[in-house]
């Protein structure tokens, strides 16, 4: 059992910040060996924005890389996405997830864990 669920997200001004955070809980989550950002833009599919491994290896969608980085902090077993320089098309539903196996794509078929997602606004 896997239990993921994010926080963070709100309204914000083109060009300004947020930190989404993910808390990970439950009796398998130290299975997981990678864990990612998706996010979904109403009508759109949803895509992969960052994930890493056990050893910190990265991986970024290249609309956010240099603006977006992703850690994660082993004690709380929590994940962050920090977001900078935010664009109106940043905008979408942001969906944490969990694998118990690394690949490097941001595929969503490789991820079996997800939280309930949180919302990101950016106006212009």
């Known amino acids: 059992q896997v239990e993921l669920v994010e926080s963070g997200g709100g309204s914000v001004q083109a060009g300004g910040s947020l930190r989404l955070s993910c808390a990970g809980s439950?009796?398998?989550?130290?299975?997981?060996?990678?864990l990612g950002w998706f996010r979904q833009a109403p009508g759109e599919e949803r895509e992969g924005v960052a994930n890493i491994d056990r050893e910190s290896r990265t991986n970024y969608a290249d609309s956010v890389k240099g603006r977006f980085t992703i850690s994660r902090d082993y004690a709380k077993n929590t994940l962050y996405l920090q977001m900078n320089s935010l664009k109106p098309e940043d905008t979408a539903m942001y969906y944490c997830a969990g694998s118990d196996y690394w690949y490097p794509a941001l595929r969503r078929s490789s991820y079996a864990y997800w939280g309930q997602g949180t919302q990101v606004t950016v106006s212009s």
């Open positions: 439950g009796s398998d989550y130290s299975t997981i060996t990678s």
